[in-house]
């Protein structure tokens, strides 16, 4: 054999692992292995439990009577359109704008104030009821496990004259 020619295991065959390779360091490093496993699940559940649940109410109104243009004349009103045959499609077209619209109904007062009341539950509370409901879904309960807390946010000042809900 000539001093030149390499061996048929060469640096490539150092870095394989085998599978008993990667048994024998699962066996040395079982415990390391436990240990991160059950911080990273205790880590997961602490994060997934302090999320407070989000509840979204979505409303619409509409006008007692109807319109043929669609839009009620306090509006069109409001933005210095009314009267005006011709004017009705160009109040239209600017009550689409959300830049538009938004400081007048601030400036009139036609949305609700919504007030924080400040009363907030703690992390505990909110894992322990957490933990609640899922124990009533794993049960398959009919029923509500929790009480309906008080609310955190009230609406004052609704005011929307000539609409009714639908």
């Given at each position: 054999?000539?001093?030149?020619?390499?061996?048929?295991?060469?640096?490539?065959?150092?870095?394989?692992?085998?599978?008993?390779?990667?048994?024998?360091?699962?066996?040395?490093?079982?415990?390391?292995?436990?240990?991160?496993?059950?911080?990273?699940?205790?880590?997961?559940?602490?994060?997934t439990?302090?999320?407070?649940?989000?509840?979204?109410?979505?409303?619409?109104?509409?006008?007692?009577?109807?319109?043929?243009?669609?839009?009620?004349?306090?509006?069109?009103?409001?933005?210095?359109?009314?009267?005006?045959?011709?004017?009705?499609?160009?109040?239209?077209?600017?009550?689409?704008?959300?830049?538009?619209?938004?400081?007048?109904?601030?400036?009139?007062?036609?949305?609700?104030?919504?007030?924080?009341?400040?009363?907030?539950r703690?992390r505990?509370?909110?894992?322990?009821?957490?933990?609640?409901?899922?124990?009533?879904?794993?049960?398959?309960?009919?029923?509500?496990?929790?009480?309906?807390?008080?609310?955190?946010?009230?609406?004052?000042?609704?005011?929307?004259?000539?609409?009714?809900?639908?």
């Amino acid at each position: 054999m000539n001093g030149h020619e390499q061996s048929t295991q060469g640096p490539r065959d150092e870095l394989l692992l085998s599978l008993r390779d990667l048994w024998q360091i699962i066996r040395k490093k079982k415990r390391m292995i436990l240990l991160c496993g059950l911080i990273l699940s205790f880590l997961s559940c602490m994060l997934t439990f302090q999320k407070g649940i989000v509840y979204e109410a979505e409303a619409m109104f509409r006008e007692r009577e109807k319109r043929g243009a669609g839009l009620s004349s306090s509006f069109t009103d409001l933005l210095g359109f009314g009267g005006r045959g011709g004017a009705q499609s160009e109040a239209e077209a600017m009550m689409q704008s959300r830049q538009v619209i938004e400081p007048i109904v601030r400036k009139h007062h036609l949305q609700a104030s919504i007030t924080d009341l400040g009363k907030k539950r703690g992390r505990l509370h909110r894992i322990y009821d957490h933990i609640k409901v899922q124990l009533a879904h794993l049960k398959r309960q009919k029923t509500p496990c929790l009480a309906d807390p008080d609310p955190d946010l009230v609406c004052t000042s609704v005011e929307y004259q000539g609409e009714c809900p639908k």
